[in-house]
């Protein structure tokens, strides 16, 4: 049985290595792109079962990411959890537009975390 694809959309080399471990520790397959730009390259050729994207990302952020991945029919549905240090009473209502599963502020549990990431990974 192929291993689900956590891909993570964010800039932080720390955290990038703590999800790694942790992801990878639960069985699934970890992916890492630093931008939106790049998120928006790498599903042309691969298709994670779940995206955990930052907001404030370099040469293009979260959500201006997230909108195109939703203007693109094969990837409308796809599962994301929006990871951010800004209050989610802020920027939520954004995010549900474009219908992100969930909205996870930083710092956050990564017990937590894993079990959303259970829930949009079946």
């Known amino acids: ?3 689900k694809i956590v891909l993570l959309v964010d800039d932080d080399a720390d ?3 703590v999800l790694k471990f942790r992801i990878e520790s639960e ?3 970890f992916m ?3 931008d939106g730009k790049e998120l928006l390259d790498i599903l042309k050729i691969k298709r994670p079962d779940v995206i955990l994207l930052d907001i404030m990302l370099p040469n293009m952020d979260g959500y201006s990411a997230l909108r195109e991945m939703r203007k693109n029919e094969a990837y409308a549905d796809m599962p994301v959890i929006v990871l951010s240090a800004k209050e ?3 920027l939520g209502d954004l ?3 474009e219908k992100a599963a969930f909205f996870v502020e930083k710092p956050f549990d990564a ?3 894993m079990d959303k990431i259970k829930i949009l990974a079946r």
């Open 32 to 34: 890492s792109v630093k």
């Open 95 to 97: 995010f549900a537009l």
């Open 88 to 90: 989610k009473k802020k």
């Open 111 to 113: 017990k937590e975390l």
């Open 15 to 17: 955290l990038t290595k």
């Open 27 to 29: 069985g699934y397959e």
């Open 1 to 3: 049985m192929n291993k």
